[in-house]
Antibody
């Protein structure tokens, strides 16, 4: 079955760190760029970060640049998001997303919830 | 950043009626070298992740019913559901993938009248 399964979310205090993981299955993971997209409690969607198939290129939203780091391990079919200096504004449901061959997003995981609160 | 603005914010139509959702981008998402609009539509049902419906502004994803159609070019786009079904109740988002940061519209909530 083609799927993405996120993990690693939880309740964390402001200023602390958290690492999200995404396990991919059912497709050739190393053929595709991957992304993290988050959904705020008010339901808005925000692209967070993306990484190319070979980790050669990555990009970040300004809101997370310098605090979040995206990475992948193609041997483990896994995507990661290292989040540091977390803020209340980072509270959201984080989706792991597969990019189709031409940049739109054709597969989404069910998400992992990150809550930043003291 | 390209700002995506959808209208209306919410919409209620009767079963079998046509539903139309609009999306406007703050700058063109038409890439002239290949004449493609870098615009996608997603459907999100309660408790589920977004699902790709339309890409390249008008190409239906495999398995999406043909009552869903997309149109438009440049900065103005439309998602049309030709005959509303009960299972179409959802929030719909447009998204530009022309340039990073990829941005989404605020969403349009579709309900049955």
């Amino acid at each position: 079955e083609v799927q993405l399964v996120e993990s690693g979310g939880g309740l964390v205090q402001p200023g602390r760190s958290l690492r999200l993981s995404c396990a991919a299955s059912g497709f050739n993971f190393d053929d595709f760029a991957m992304h993290w997209v988050r959904q705020f409690p008010g339901k808005g969607l925000e692209w967070v970060s993306g990484i190319s198939w070979n980790s050669g290129n990555s990009g970040y939203a300004d809101s997370v640049k310098g605090r979040f780091t995206i990475s992948r391990d193609n041997a483990k079919n896994s995507l990661y998001l290292q989040m540091s200096s977390l803020r209340a504004a980072d509270t959201a449901l984080y989706f792991c997303v597969k990019e189709a061959s031409w940049r739109y997003f054709d597969l989404w995981g069910r998400g992992t919830l990150v809550t930043v609160s003291s | 950043d390209i700002v995506m603005t959808q209208s209306p914010d919410s919409l209620a139509e009767s079963l079998g009626e046509r539903a139309t959702i609009n999306c406007k981008s703050s700058q063109s998402v038409l890439y002239t070298s290949n004449n493609k609009n870098y615009l996608a539509w997603y459907q999100q049902k309660p408790g589920q992740p977004p699902k790709l419906l339309i890409y390249w502004a008008s190409t239906r994803e495999s398995g999406v019913p043909d009552r869903f159609s997309g149109s438009g070019s440049g900065t103005d786009f439309t998602l049309t559901i030709s005959s509303l079904q009960a299972e179409d109740v959802a929030v719909y988002y447009c998204q530009q993938y022309y340039s990073t940061p990829y941005t989404f519209g605020q969403g349009t909530k579709l309900e049955i009248k």
